[in-house]
Structure formats: structure tokens, C-alpha cells
């Protein structure tokens, strides 16, 4: 498990983070419903030749989560300007899964951000996405935020398996659920979901156009939550070269085939 020791307060949110490791900045940013843990079997290949810093998104894992709290894109990107003045970074690599795509998109056209070199895959960035179950709940929130608390676990640990091509082993469930449980949990689980609007990727997708860094663009061939054709469109909007298709591998490359993630990063980095 990753630590995240330090806690920074940031817009009035409570934001959990750590690093660890050696060399030039590397930052992993999460995506949705998961945390900073993802880069659990990613950060310890990478810290003989980076010092990576991971972070929990506003709303998500251990950061805070509390009634009224705006978890949306529209915070994550000004999240991560904030985290990157605190770290007194300036262009560190950047490793990016589903909305930390989104994230360091909206970060880099809007907020100015640069980075040394991007590493992205499965990422929510192109319309449409959003599952017919993510539109489901953004109608109902407060009842799916009610369920007894056996549903709520059924259906998470459900939604959990089918980011992935090969069965979540029990240790991957229980990581990724355990944020999403209890009175704080439940609720915050269905939150981040109420939350997902098109309009914030709408609002930078016409700004898309190559980076002025090297970008390595993978997708998992099977991934079931944004298929592969996603991947190939975006490469052709921001990266120099073609999109990497891993095969076996579903949404949640981390657990289907963390190899290709390293290897995609080391390569990308150029060391």
C-alpha cells in the first residue's frame, strides 16, 4: 500500500499525498472510482529514477469527503495547479488514468501547466462517455446514497469488477472499496457519480492539439467503460505517435497488466 502522510488544504479541501523515491519529478494522477492506491504495483518500478508524487483526488479515498462538496472535474485540474505550487514543480512527468486524464488536460490548456512528458491511458477526454448506470444514478442520488448498506456493497464491489478484463482478486476489491463504505463512504461514493458532466471535457476537447512534450497514449484493448477507439482518436489529437492497444486488459490496466504501464513510462521518459 501506498502511504499518503501529508495532508495540504487546498480551495477548503482537505487533501491527502505522498512521494517517495529519487531523480526529477513524477506526478500519477487517479481516476474515478479510485484512489492514489492504483500505483500500488506501478511507483515502486519507478522510484529508482523519479521521485513520484501521488495524490487523492478532491472527494476521493483518503481526502476529504463531506455533504455539499463540489468533487467534479471543474475542481481537479485547479487541484493539481495547487499541488504543483506546493511541490515547487515546474514540468515533472505526469502518469494519468481515466478522470487524472481529464485532469492534467484541463490543467495543461487551461491552467497552463507543462510537463515534462505525458503518459496517458484509458482516459475520460473525448464525448461521449458516462455509462447508462453513471446517468442512472445522477437522476438519483439520494436514493442509491440511501441504500442499505449489503446493496451498496454488492453493487460497488459489481461496478468494481467490470473495470477490469480479469477478475479483481478480493485484496484489489477491498482496496478500491474501502473509501466508498460507511455513513461518509456511501454517500460519497454516489456523489462523485451525480458529479460527472461532459460539459467539462466539452469545455476543452476543441483545444486539443499536440503537446509540446513527448506523449504515450496506451489503451486496454478490452476496456468495457471506454473502448479502445477512444484511445486511438485522442493520440491522433495530441501525440506524435500512435495509440499502444494492450491486449487482455480492461479499463483498469493497473491490475490487468501493470507491466505495460512501466515499461510505457520508462519508455516515454527517455531513461
Not at 48 to 56: I, N, S
Request: glycine share 8%; hydrophobic share 45%.
Amino acid at each position: 500500500m501506498l502511504e499518503l502522510p501529508n495532508t495540504t488544504i487546498i480551495d477548503g479541501n482537505a487533501v491527502r499525498w505522498g512521494s517517495c523515491g529519487n531523480g526529477p519529478a513524477l506526478v500519477a494522477i487517479h481516476g474515478t472510482p479510485f484512489s492514489s492506491q492504483v500505483w500500488r504495483r506501478i511507483v515502486p518500478h519507478l522510484t529508482d529514477r523519479r521521485t513520484v508524487y501521488y495524490f487523492d483526488l478532491v472527494g476521493y479515498g483518503l481526502s476529504e469527503m463531506r455533504p455539499g462538496q463540489d468533487v467534479s472535474l471543474a475542481v481537479q485540474n485547479t487541484l493539481l495547479a495547487a499541488l504543483f505550487a506546493e511541490w515547487g514543480l515546474q514540468r515533472p512527468d505526469v502518469l494519468v488514468h481515466d478522470f487524472g486524464g481529464a485532469t492534467a488536460l484541463r490543467a495543461y490548456y487551461l491552467n497552463g501547466l507543462r510537463y515534462a512528458s505525458l503518459t496517458i491511458f484509458d482516459a475520460v477526454a473525448l464525448a461521449p462517455w458516462g455509462s447508462p448506470f453513471v446517468q442512472h444514478v445522477r437522476q438519483h442520488e439520494v436514493a442509491f446514497a440511501g441504500m442499505p448498506d449489503y446493496m451498496h456493497r454488492a453493487l460497488l464491489h459489481a461496478y468494481l469488477q467490470s473495470s477490469a478484463h480479469h477478475p479483481l482478486s478480493e485484496q484489489a476489491l477491498g482496496i478500491y472499496s474501502a473509501p466508498w463504505l460507511g455513513p461518509v463512504g456511501q454517500p460519497a461514493f454516489y456523489r462523485q457519480i451525480a458529479q460527472m458532466d461532459q460539459k467539462w471535457t466539452d469545455e476543452v476537447e476543441g483545444l486539443y492539439s499536440r503537446l509540446d512534450c513527448p506523449v504515450s497514449v496506451l489503451w486496454g484493448k478490452d476496456d468495457d467503460w471506454i473502448p479502445h477507439e477512444k484511445g486511438l482518436a485522442l493520440a491522433r489529437l495530441i501525440a506524435d505517435r500512435d495509440c499502444h492497444l494492450i491486449p487482455d486488459a480492461g479499463h483498469l490496466v493497473q491490475e490487468d497488466c501493470p507491466e505495460a504501464i512501466v515499461a510505457a513510462v520508462l519508455k516515454n521518459i527517455g531513461d
